[in-house]
């Protein structure tokens, strides 16, 4: 589907964000994608489709808070120990709309960690990608070969 104009009252993305930041990140994400819903039995189909996909992904980042707690008490007081993780969270929504009534048919979101290594956040991605689609529907053996015709 084209890409919606910005909404004036949306809030601005970080000149980081990895989908605006990198084009490369974007055809990563299209090609999974793409990837995903032919290994569901899918086939691209750009005159006569029987859905169109969107799909949206954006990034914030987390604190993740952990304390150990050993059983002890020292002077009066729980022996406590806590460790702060800060990380950026990737969040992936696809959306199957129909392509004649615009009206949503499926979401599916997924979320992962964003790494600063390329391979690996591309791999990330990907397996983000497989997960949220792993619940779509796959083909019908009917609608397969309606399409290869």
């Known amino acids: 589907m084209p890409v919606p104009p910005r909404r004036t009252d949306a809030a601005s993305a970080a000149s980081d964000d990895p989908m605006l930041a990198n084009s490369i990140t974007n055809r990563e994400l299209v090609n999974d994608l793409t990837r995903a819903f032919e290994s569901r039995g899918y086939v691209v189909n750009a005159t006569n489709p029987d859905f169109t996909v969107a799909y949206y992904a954006s990034t914030r980042e987390k604190l993740n808070l952990d304390t150990w707690n050993y059983g002890y008490y020292w002077r009066r007081f729980p022996r406590q120990y806590a460790t702060v993780t800060e990380y950026t969270e990737g969040t992936v ?18 979320v992962s ?37």
């Open 93 to 110: 929504i696809v959306d199957v709309v129909d392509p004649v009534t615009k009206e949503l048919l499926w979401r599916g979101q997924g």
């Open 113 to 149: 960690p964003v790494s600063n290594d390329p391979a690996k956040y591309a791999s990330e991605l990907n397996k983000t990608v497989t997960a949220i689609l792993e619940m779509f529907p796959a083909a019908s053996a009917q609608t397969v070969s309606a399409s290869n015709n």
